[in-house]
T-cell receptor, first 113, second 112 residues
């Protein structure tokens, strides 16, 4: 079946540290891949996406590269800020049919000053 | 645009009571999704509407759950009767032209 696996949290970092949140997927077709972010008390927001192999999505200093050979879409940021504290969700969507997102379990990030 | 608007933001009710959650989608968005979020199961898709028609309700847990979209600007998710295991945050989301999902702020339901 189709699924997304994320590294377990919480991830606790100091401000300006380097961030990596691992995400791997299993899919029967050629999925599009997404990272969504959920700030406390809010709904999810799209952070970045990639629609085909070797694409790199980027936004707000975050990056993720679609790696078909390793079925991965790891999220990275070079220097995190306190305001990045949130829960990050990796997700996939298969082509054809409707945009049915399959989410990972989410990884909570806490950044301390 | 005000985004996806959900109500109520918080609801506490007793087991056996009927619960109705409401969603106002972003104007012009033709696809609407209801998700449930719990610590144990994460984010689960409950039902998907396109042009007000339910397309995929395979995620609806059981007959106690029902969803309607009587017009393009309103959708409801109803639980009758509610049970403690229904306690969760319920999100409504709509899809824009680029395929991005826009989520509401969620309705946090507690069933005692």
């Amino acid at each position: 079946g189709n699924s997304v696996t994320q590294m377990e949290g919480p991830v606790t970092l100091s401000e300006e540290a380097f961030l990596t949140i691992n995400c791997t997927y299993t899919a029967t077709g050629y999925p599009s891949l997404f990272w969504y972010v959920q700030y406390p008390g809010e709904g999810l927001q799209l952070l970045l996406k990639a629609t085909k192999a070797d694409d790199k999505g980027s936004n707000k200093g975050f990056e993720a590269t679609y790696r078909k050979e390793t079925t991965s879409f790891h999220l990275e940021k070079g220097s995190v800020q306190v305001s990045d504290s949130a829960v990050y969700f990796c997700a996939l969507s298969l082509s054809g049919g409707y945009n049915k997102l399959i989410f990972g379990a989410g990884t909570r990030l806490a950044v301390h000053p | 645009d005000a985004g996806v608007i959900q109500s109520p933001r918080h609801e506490v009710t007793e087991m056996g009571q009927e619960v109705t959650l409401r969603c106002k989608p972003i104007s012009g968005h033709n696809s609407l999704f209801w998700y449930r979020q719990t610590m144990m199961r994460g984010l689960e898709l409950l039902i998907y509407f396109n042009n007000n028609v339910p397309i995929d309700d395979s995620g609806m847990p059981e007959d106690r759950f029902s969803a309607k979209m009587p017009n393009a600007s309103f959708s409801t998710l109803k639980i009758q009767p509610s049970e403690p295991r229904d306690s969760a945050v319920y999100f409504c989301a709509t899809e824009g032209d680029t395929g991005e999902l826009f989520f509401g702020e969620g309705s946090r339901l507690t069933v005692l």
